[in-house]
């Protein structure tokens, strides 16, 4: 069973940059959702896809945005980059409809983005 | 909103020693808790996790009961380990609203082990 991966592994940007993050989630899973982890600090939910569509954000502003594709896999960009971007985005996926109680998120191993 | 407070850290032991972190957490509804483990330039690892009140959680030594009347899942080993080293994170997850799913989590607690 392959785990969640997800790639670049590092990327360093310029201040303004637009950039974009893949996720591919663990076989079978057909929910995503995506973190962000400033150092030092515990993750930050940023949104969450189901079967393709977005069915909840947390408090991020629209350049932030997101798809899932009929794979499930998915991709994370963040347009007009700014320096607080810095930080290791994290990817998760799980089995069944996104909330029931038996749920686990399994995490992928994160892109760490740099912003200058 | 929902929140969880963890311990201050770092926390440094001797190996063999007892661990406990603590993790009280603020949620409207009734949470689903989890113990999350970091290693060095790794993602996010669940360590364990409980769904209900009175639960207890347990995986590798590690065990956290779901106390409701305390708001309280804290993290406890008998005996550490070198290899325990890493960032523990608690957190949380609600169902329903906008935010379906969403883990929401504490700021961390650095663990080092020494020999």
């Known amino acids: 069973e392959t785990g969640v991966t997800q790639s670049p592994t590092h990327l360093i940007k310029t201040r303004g940059q637009q950039v974009t993050l893949r996720c591919s989630s663990q076989?079978?899973?057909?929910?995503v959702s995506w973190y962000q982890q400033a150092l030092g600090q515990g993750p930050q939910f940023i949104f969450q896809?189901?079967?393709?569509?977005?069915?909840g954000r947390g408090n991020f502003p629209p350049r932030f945005s997101g798809l899932q594709f009929p794979n499930y896999s998915s991709e994370l960009n963040v347009n007009a980059l700014e320096l607080d971007d810095s930080a290791l985005y994290l990817c998760?996926?799980?089995?069944?409809?996104?909330?029931?109680?038996?749920?686990?998120?399994?995490f992928g191993p994160g892109t760490r983005l740099l912003v200058l | 909103g929902d929140s969880v407070t963890q311990m201050e850290g770092p926390v440094t032991l001797s190996e063999e020693a007892c661990l406990t972190i603590n993790c009280t957490y603020t949620a409207t509804g009734y949470p689903s808790l989890f113990w999350y483990v970091q290693y060095p330039g790794e993602g996010l690892q669940l360590l364990l996790k409980?769904?209900?009140?009175?639960d207890k959680g347990s995986n590798k030594g590690f065990e956290a009961t779901y106390r409701k009347e305390t708001t309280s899942f804290h993290l406890e080993k008998g005996s550490v380990q070198v290899s325990d080293s890493a960032v523990y994170f608690c957190?949380?997850?609600?169902?329903?609203?906008?935010?379906?799913?969403?883990?929401?989590f504490g700021q961390g607690t650095i663990l080092t082990v020494h020999p």
């Open positions: 998760a996926s799980s089995l069944g409809l996104a909330g029931t109680p038996g749920e686990t998120q399994y």
């Open positions: 076989s079978g899973h057909n929910t």
């Open positions: 409980a769904t209900k009140a009175d």
């Open positions: 957190a949380l997850r609600t169902a329903g609203g906008t935010s379906y799913g969403k883990l929401t």
């Open positions: 896809y189901y079967r393709e569509e977005e069915n």
